[in-house]
């Protein structure tokens, strides 16, 4: 919800900016399209997961645990959740370090700041990518996106 915002207050700001630019100077032709980071080694980009990719799939999974529905995981869902997915490992211990500000709920904030961290720490390389061999193998990353 914050990069939202603050996507939508760049875009205006550049779009204030292009109208302001437009009046004194002409605008620059547009730059070449260049490959996107989920483009196939095919087309000569690099192949990976991107830090949104990587984030909007683990949200998804983790918000499952949310079953109230309230936008946010409390210890009990969470714990919940970790039984039902027979995983291994405390789940308060996990949940304590998804749970920055310590108020006893996880919410997409915390989530997203978590798994920028994540995302960097198995980003062995920092190409802004996380390749197959960086990728985690476990049983919650089935597939080859995850």
Do not use: C, Y
Request: net charge positive; aromatic share 6%.
């Amino acid at each position: 919800m914050i990069r939202r915002s603050i996507f939508a207050v760049a875009l205006g700001l550049l779009t204030a900016g292009a109208a302001v630019a437009q009046t004194t100077t002409p605008t620059p032709a547009p730059a070449p399209v260049q490959a996107t980071p989920d483009s196939s080694a095919a087309g000569g980009g690099k192949t990976g997961l991107t830090l949104e990719k990587f984030e909007a799939r683990r949200e998804k999974a983790f918000m499952r645990a949310d079953t109230d529905n309230d936008g946010k995981v409390s210890l009990a869902e969470w714990t919940a959740f970790q039984a039902e997915r027979k995983a291994k490992g405390d789940p308060a211990k996990s949940f304590a370090r998804m749970d920055a500000n310590k108020d006893g709920f996880v919410d997409k904030g915390e989530l997203d700041a978590f798994l920028a961290k994540r995302f960097a720490k198995l980003d062995k390389n920092s190409d802004g990518l996380l390749s197959a061999d960086e990728r985690p193998g476990h049983k919650t990353a089935p597939n080859q996106e995850q």
